[in-house]
């Protein structure tokens, strides 16, 4: 699977300062790459993970369980069956909306934190679209959890 930076490297700004937000990150910069370092420095720390996940929903953290119970993966159609969807939205309307500040589901809470991913992933010999947690924050959040 991949590395969190990856994932957090296909993420527009706007994205990656929602997700400043719930890591308590100060971020001013226009650059991608800065919030980039900065998030991953933070959601790769044991300690801070430990803060996060201790203001996660009980719905949210079944939902982080169960994931890494499969060792990081499961397919988004089961996944979404069992925790909710994540809507869909352009950077506008999640500016307009702020669909963070009230997710509909343990699966939006968990999106916005920038703690789980949707990804192509190969399935019993198929792609499959599907829910994942980069290896190495599913170790951290191992190790905190």
């Known amino acids: ?3 969190l930076r990856n994932f957090l490297n296909r ?7 929602i997700m400043a937000f719930y890591w308590r ?3 001013h910069s226009q650059n991608s790459e800065d919030c980039v370092d900065a998030l991953q420095r933070c959601m790769l720390d044991a300690g801070q993970m430990e803060g996060c996940l ?8 079944e939902a982080l369980a169960s994931l890494s119970q499969k ?9 979404s069956a ?4 994540i ?4 950077l506008n309307r999640i500016e307009r909306e702020e669909p963070w500040k009230v997710p509909v589901s343990a699966a939006e809470e968990l999106w ?9 992933m190969e399935v019993q010999g198929e792609l499959r679209e599907c829910v994942c947690i980069p290896d190495d924050l599913l170790a951290v959040i191992g190790r905190s959890g």
């Open 1 to 3: 699977m991949s590395t």
């Open 11 to 17: 993420q527009n700004i706007g994205f990656l300062k």
């Open 25 to 27: 990150l100060d971020i």
């Open 54 to 61: 201790s203001s996660c929903s009980d719905q949210a953290c």
């Open 71 to 79: 060792k990081g993966s499961m397919e988004l159609n089961e996944f």
């Open 82 to 85: 069992l925790y909710g969807e």
């Open 87 to 90: 809507r869909v939205m352009g």
């Open 112 to 120: 916005y934190r920038g703690l789980i991913y949707q990804a192509m």
